[in-house]
């Protein structure tokens, strides 16, 4: 309740702060029998990363997963699969001028509104380092999709206003934001020095693909599954809008347009994206979100402290410029745990 | 596990066809000594009843709802409520023709693969009709809200590209539409009987606003407020994307310019749509959701039936051409369940 | 939250008050594809009903159960499957001159206690007539697990003192107490006239056995089988003990008597009942469970108003005065609505 | 779904196995500002730890709990609180012979079923060393009681078959087997003793005693307050029955004895253990269950290995003999998780 898990078959319950001794998650439900190890967990976290790239914080953090429960023989059990990253470069000092201040577009007031106390340091609870632990425990979920052939692709739809328009999915690979037009990633990259050298920071879009997904997944009325990656995926504390398949623009197209119609070959069009009465229907789920910029940045914000008084603030931590491209394989692994759920709560009816 | 029950302390399972004997929900968790009356909940009802307007089906439902159980003396005892609404205007008939093809844009194909069998009289379980046990169950949610000075309100913001542009509240219930701009509300009604004309249908934007409502509602992590509120809205089977405060938008923004920075006085500016990090923060909750035009067209379209064979289809039963205004009423009472439900939950914590 | 629901895959939500309109259960999840009819669920019903017998209520309810949904052409759907039975033989104003009386051992008190409104009539949430939608659940949970070739029986093992020693089941079917010892019957019925006379009431012991139940089912740590077991049954409202195998028993002895021993044939005895660490072990599930006699009785007893008042009550509606046998028919569902789910949820991980 | 976690409000979910690098659990959903540090849960841990008594194994953890997150300057924050246990004097060759082989009276028979794999070593999760996470998770549970006056009191009612008949409370902590009745506490031990000279095991019932539970807590039907009790103790894997207030006793009782009698100054009686209809009355909850011999025995014994071929068995790691009296800080702590729980619950609904 107090929603720190989700999922009902496949469940995953995050824990940690940002500066406390650790951050962890408990994967419940995996199925017995797959191979799982801590080789396999660490690629995905090493992509989610800090310190990579001039538009990441340089914050170094090792986030060395630890398996600590769950598997045997290098198989699940099917018991908890519980997971710790130490959390080692850690410089709380750094928040001390800020610990009566709320920041501009953060959690500070309302975790104070909320509970009355709150851990300042690094956002706590807020920090977007939470999500390492979603990345280890997508990990998980990705094993039990791909053994049906579903995969789940994100990548930079825009940034700083930059839209990639001439889509070459492989390009994906060839730049480190993870766009697949390089000549807009190319002015991407000019967009966050830029804002680095403003103080500043900056938003976009991400999309996403889920391919090979069986017709059937997703549950009528408050479960469908277009809902639950809705909620997965504004669950991330950057993401202000989401849209399925045509989306925003399907609300200006006529109905003539705008359905799906179907031919023995399958749908002609696809801009249900992929799922009907929230069900899916066995072409590609297509997603977009819509990340706002990073809140902590430079320039002087007016503020109120503790007491209620005006103040300004500055941050100069070790701050990102933009979510993307770190937010990636969080969306992939928001998607991929839904997926992993669904997939078996599915199972749990039909044989 | 199912799908057709939300919430976590106040909770609303609905249950029914559109062509069975009835439709219904439980309401669980709502609080004693709240005063309650069929009437009260037949006033929100009568708001998504079809058969008002050219936009409406002429399917004439009186949507009479009943309580059966959790109210003594006119008050809530704390015991769940079990509200029932029967079919009464029921022609399965018109649908025997197209018992075994796939409609375009519908649950036919999705619910068919799903489980091997559906109920294909008026969209069975998918049919919009499910919305009503919803508004039923808003009603009492909007009981809980209301004791804390917090209302909703949605009112159409976009209907077949025509955008309310200067929105004046006062104008939403001068025109049918319950759209804030009388001119604006006049070109959609032109729009709607176009579409009318051409056997076509039409989509929209809906905003909804939240006033009043306490800083501290929502949780971190999985079940943030604006999560909640984007699974609630986007189960509603027309719902396609969903977005907070200035959404899409504050992806082109700075940060400089999309954080709410804050004074003695509250928040300089709202693009955080009310919600830091998941929580309330005092200020309006702000949404917008994007509505798909409506499946059923007259208009022929291919597609294919049961065994596979291509088809062409024209639906010409009682269908409404958009979706815009009855879901309105579906829209404020899916907002009005989250924020009870948050409500409920945010006091078990705090005293 | 408000434990009106049981179940995690086969959930069961029941509403209704003794006196209101009707009372009702909404079954969600159970598998599509299932023949079920309102005559299949009747004749568990019926042997629930009371006026059958000299240890049961004279009050003469139908009990006629009706299905609203999740049924289509005989068949389960996958979704929602609402039970209605209407509230006929209702005589509330027996209940005028009581309600301002706590009764002794009724959840009046409590009630009371809790929400600061209370339905008086019948009992109202707290009536044995609840028990009937958990019968009509139990219907269709029974259709589920006997595909599986699981069955579940229960007896009366123990009544006013008086215990079935000669055991042979089938004598069962011979007399109404549903008693496996005819002898011990007869004695049985004397202790029931007998307590009539003096306007008392009677307590006894259920058994239950599960046959056919494969290995596997139940999940470890806190959702054992044998607890979810425990908590189905502890939730009728008149039980006050229950044991697994040996139960008590099993606390007299030492281990080399307790284990039983396994050989390529099977278990050598059953002290376990079944069940081993929360699982099922293939063998024959053996539950015992006591029940406290009935509270309404006529015999005067002290008592308070609701002013605090000392106040004496004899109860002289139309009341059993041993819950036994029509609590058998409730045992059973309760067992079945358990297993119904736990095997579900056992396919939701392993195909 | 798979039954790790426990509680709605206040949930506990707990992870790992006996020889796997770390247990741990996870409470979520504590109220925030309470005082918690790791010396208050290592009191009570050091209570169920092993090494201490000869009924108890001779291998010695320290048991050693870290809090890993939730606790900001010496008091809870709201978020999840982590706490981990190190598994350290782990000698898993220990189990090699009798890898392939089913203990009887353990799960290594029903695991294998359930999952097609198994963690052998030491029982893997089926191990009472998981209780130690439900004792971590009990402490702070205890925090969120306390504050309200509830407390909790388990102890040795029989042992052996060796009955503590005359009950001074006090005479608790003058016994290492918690048993109020020295006398009996001495055969006790004589029972012990001789147990262990002939390879052999013993069981024991535990009895409970809540004080200062106000009314009103418990929730009608399936989460009736002793529902979830009987649940919460028969999760723990040596209990094999229960009993509230007069409990199987009540069974052979008139209705004009078993009612508890009102008067204004409070119930002439205590028949109903604290509990009516579900929900606490106020008195003290009263408790017994009943735990089986340690399965793990010297004594031979048949059985079969992972080839179905039959096999003696004797086991001579370090075990307990009787799971007195270091279950009885399980059953405080699973008793006190449930309390937490439902006082959280009420909360919601009752301001």
Same mark, same amino acid.
């Given at each position: 309740?107090?929603g720190?898990?989700t999922?009902?078959v496949?469940?995953?319950?995050t824990w940690?702060?940002?500066?406390?001794?650790?951050?962890?998650?408990?994967?419940?439900?995996?199925?017995?029998?797959?191979?799982?190890?801590?080789?396999?967990?660490?690629?995905?976290?090493?992509?989610?990363?800090p310190?990579?790239?001039?538009?990441?914080?340089?914050?170094?953090?090792?986030d060395?997963?630890?398996?600590?429960?769950?598997?045997?023989?290098?198989?699940?059990?099917?018991?908890?699969?519980?997971?710790?990253?130490?959390?080692?470069?850690?410089?709380?000092?750094?928040?001390?001028?800020?610990?009566?201040?709320?920041?501009?577009?953060?959690?500070?007031?309302?975790?104070?509104?909320?509970?009355?106390?709150?851990d300042?340091?690094?956002?706590?609870r807020?920090?977007?380092?939470?999500?390492?632990?979603?990345?280890?425990?997508?990990?998980?979920?990705?094993?039990?999709?791909?053994?049906?052939?579903?995969t789940?692709?994100?990548?930079?739809?825009?940034?700083?206003?930059?839209v990639?328009?001439?889509?070459?999915?492989?390009?994906?690979?060839r730049?480190r934001?993870?766009?697949?037009?390089?000549?807009?990633?190319e002015?991407?990259?000019?967009?966050?020095?830029?804002?680095?050298?403003?103080?500043?920071?900056?938003?976009?879009?991400?999309?996403?693909?889920?391919?090979?997904?069986?017709?059937?997944?997703g549950?009528p009325?408050f479960?469908?599954?277009?809902?639950?990656?809705?909620?997965?995926?504004?669950? #991330?504390?950057?993401?202000?809008?989401?849209? $399925?398949? %045509?989306?925003?623009? !399907?609300? /200006?197209?006529?109905? =003539?347009?705008? &359905?799906?119609?179907?031919?023995p070959?399958?749908?002609?069009?696809?801009?249900?994206?992929?799922?009907?009465a929230?069900?899916?229907?066995g072409?590609?789920? #297509?997603?977009?979100?819509?990340?706002?910029? $990073?809140? %902590?940045?430079?320039? !002087?914000? /007016?503020?109120?402290? =503790?007491?209620? &008084?005006?103040?300004?603030?500055?941050?100069?931590?070790?701050?990102?410029?933009?979510?993307i491209?770190?937010i990636?394989?969080?969306?992939?692994?928001?998607?991929?745990?839904?997926?992993?759920?669904?997939?078996?709560?599915?199972?749990?009816?039909?044989?």
């Open positions: 309740m107090s720190n898990t999922g009902k496949f469940t995953v319950t940690g702060e940002s500066h406390g001794g650790a951050i962890g998650v408990v994967v419940d439900g995996c199925p017995p029998n797959i191979s799982l190890s801590e080789h396999d967990i660490q690629e995905d976290l090493d992509k989610r990363r310190g990579h790239s001039p538009s990441a914080s340089p914050r170094t953090e090792e060395r997963v630890e398996i600590l429960s769950g598997i045997f023989d290098g198989k699940t059990t099917g018991t908890p699969i519980s997971l710790i990253i130490k959390n080692k470069d850690v410089r709380s000092s750094d928040y001390d001028e800020i610990k009566d201040l709320f920041r501009p577009g953060h959690g500070d007031f309302t975790y104070q509104k909320k509970y009355g106390i709150r300042h340091r690094g956002g706590g807020a920090s977007g380092r939470e999500t390492a632990a979603r990345v280890a425990a997508g990990s998980i979920a990705k094993k039990v999709i791909n053994r049906e052939g579903i789940v692709t994100a990548f930079t739809h825009e940034l700083g206003g930059i990639a328009e001439n889509i070459t999915m492989a390009d994906m690979n730049n934001l993870q766009c697949p037009d390089m000549k807009a990633a002015k991407m990259e000019e967009k966050l020095q830029e804002a680095r050298e403003n103080g500043d920071s900056l938003g976009g879009i991400v999309g996403i693909i889920v391919r090979g997904c069986p017709p059937g997944l549950e009325v479960d469908k599954i277009d809902a639950d990656l809705a909620k997965a995926l504004m669950s #991330i504390g950057t993401v202000k809008g989401i849209e $399925i398949g %045509s989306g925003f623009g !399907s609300s /200006q197209m006529p109905g =003539s347009e705008c &359905n799906d119609q179907i031919t070959e399958g749908f002609m069009t696809n801009n249900a994206g992929g799922i009907l929230g069900i899916t229907n072409d590609d789920i #297509i997603i977009r979100i819509a990340c706002k910029p $990073i809140s %902590s940045i430079e320039k !002087s914000q /007016q503020t109120i402290d =503790s007491g209620g &008084n005006p103040r300004t603030i500055s941050i100069t931590g070790r701050h990102d410029v933009c979510v491209p770190r990636i394989p969080v969306c992939e692994a928001m998607v991929t745990i839904v997926l992993a759920d669904h997939l078996l709560r599915y199972r749990a009816i039909r044989t």
